[in-house]
């Protein structure tokens, strides 16, 4: 299948609109790791794996063995074994990993993930890279796999340890642990989309691009064929369709700087109709916050939801993020007084929170976008991010409406503990999303609200100088008398254009 770019498009919320034969949203790291075993099992050239972070100790799925292969019978389940063996089963294929480069010393205290990472290195047909082509203090965040520059794989899920999980999100399930430890992890919810086509081989170019300028050598496609590497037995919810891909970037080295992303979100926010439903990782970003407080402001706002994680994680993270969180409700806030914006949190079944990571954004069950970049400033600007998105509005798409309203029942249906039919059956008689969540038994799985709070003066710094999230690179290292602040006598400070 070969792939057909599309032209730049004029509008500067999108890199490229491409056409997809088939595309599918996979929610949670269990059913993900266990298609793309089965996606990497059917790879002819290429796989190149792009990532904040990559662990080979973890497991994408169960080992099977082969007995009509002459040699390695053993399909490894774990990343780094499995890589060694598609290799070697298949001479022509290629394998090119690139990682943020940030926290490559923490590979020593992975154990068996040095033996893995040197096997990787001296085997002909594998290639692994640390990207650092970005301004300090800026990311590689994209989470972007391509298989034959004909499957690819967008989202939020990297394949690392620490995030597999179902939609179950039991509380202590023994399958959710550490490498080689039975230490257990918390429940982890996230999401990514699977597409074949015109549109994987887009986000081969992207990838070529991003390898380059991480200083590898140059990539040339793939050539044409009629196989997929789509995972043989997975009905896509979407066929036909058109995709839009998003990207952020900062500036560096003579590389202009991206903002599509910001761009798309703000376009997205001002449609809203009837209603907006997110789930983000963070909640930080002033961009995003004033197009949702001059939506709400506007006459007939729509309900948003939006599903965060109860705390950021890590201190750090807790410090910069949960405060400008709270920030930023109180400012929406004044402009939003029928309350249609509302924050809630998920728990699982035991009461216990459920991380969330994903990063989705479901408008008028009409515009559905899955991808890497969070709603936070570093993410508008700062780090290297990646996001898809079907708009059933645009020419040929309307057949898409459907299939991204069942996507929005089942996340409800996950996080409030119902199922698809009660959801759906709530829906029809009140279509508040507002009302289904609150009036939810919490006897399984439960979504609470956020509950505002006071911030301590160090917060409140913090969060006012968008210290740890600034929007744009130059930022960090500015000091306090120069720093713009998120507020301005109580409401948001408006960015100048």
């Known amino acids: 299948m070969e792939s057909n770019p599309t032209p730049i498009a004029p509008n500067p919320s999108v890199w490229r609109f491409a056409r997809a034969s088939r595309a599918h949203v996979v929610i949670d790291a269990a059913d993900y790791y266990a298609l793309m075993q089965q996606a990497m099992h059917r790879a002819q050239q290429l796989i190149h794996m792009i990532g904040w972070d990559f662990d080979t100790r973890m497991r994408l799925g169960k080992g099977r063995r082969f007995w009509n292969l002459p040699r390695k019978r053993i399909n490894p389940a774990r990343l780094g074994a499995y890589v060694i063996w598609l290799c070697d089963r298949t001479p022509g294929l290629q394998v090119r990993v690139l990682k943020w480069n940030f926290g490559a010393l923490k590979f020593l205290f992975r154990g068996s993930m040095i033996l893995d990472l040197i096997r990787w290195m001296l085997h002909p047909q594998i290639d692994f890279k640390l990207d650092s082509a970005h301004p300090l203090g800026c990311s590689h965040h994209q989470k972007v796999v391509v298989i034959d520059d004909t499957f690819a794989v967008c989202g939020g899920i990297d394949m690392t340890s620490d995030r597999w999980d179902t939609p ?28 074949e086509g015109d549109v994987a081989g887009n986000l081969a170019e992207l990838g070529r691009d991003r390898w380059e300028r991480a200083g590898g050598k140059p990539l040339t496609p793939c050539q044409p064929q009629t196989e997929s590497a789509w995972p043989e037995g997975l009905k896509a919810e979407f066929e036909d369709v058109e995709i839009g891909i998003a990207r952020t970037r900062a500036q560096w080295h003579g590389s202009s700087e991206i903002r599509e992303i910001e761009a798309l979100f703000i376009e997205h926010i001002a449609r809203a109709k009837q209603f907006i439903y997110a789930e983000s990782q963070y909640f930080a970003s002033r961009a995003i916050a004033e197009a949702l407080a001059e939506r709400l402001a506007r006459p007939d706002p729509p309900e948003i939801v939006l599903i965060n994680p109860e705390s950021a994680e890590g201190w750090l993270e807790q410090t910069a993020m949960d405060g400008a969180r709270v920030q930023l409700c109180h400012a929406i806030g004044s402009d939003d007084p029928h309350s249609r914006f509302r924050i809630f949190m998920p728990f699982n079944a035991a009461g216990t929170a459920i ?19 969070n709603m936070n400033n570093r993410s508008m600007g700062l780090d290297s991010e990646c996001d898809l998105f079907i708009d059933a509005a645009r020419p040929g798409n309307s057949h898409a409406a459907a299939p991204i309203k069942r996507v929005r029942i089942a996340l409800l249906a996950e996080h409030t503990g119902l199922n698809v039919e009660q959801v759906e059956q709530q829906l029809a008689a009140n279509p508040s999303m507002i009302d289904l969540i609150t009036q939810a038994s919490k006897s399984g799985k439960y979504l609470e609200p956020f509950a505002l709070r006071p911030l301590t003066d160090a917060e409140k710094a913090v969060a006012d100088n968008a210290l740890l999230d600034p929007e744009r690179p130059e930022e960090l290292f500015e000091p306090f008398s120069k720093r713009r602040g998120l507020f301005r006598r109580g409401g948001l400070l408006r960015r100048p254009k």
Request: charged share 30%.
């Open 168 to 195: 179950e999100h039991l509380e202590a399930d023994p399958r959710r642990h550490k490498p080689y430890s039975k230490k257990l992890y918390g429940p982890w919810h996230d999401l990514t989309m699977l597409v």
């Open 355 to 373: 991380y969330v990571h994903s990063k989705v954004m479901i408008v008028d069950d009409e515009v559905i976008r899955i991808g890497s970049a």
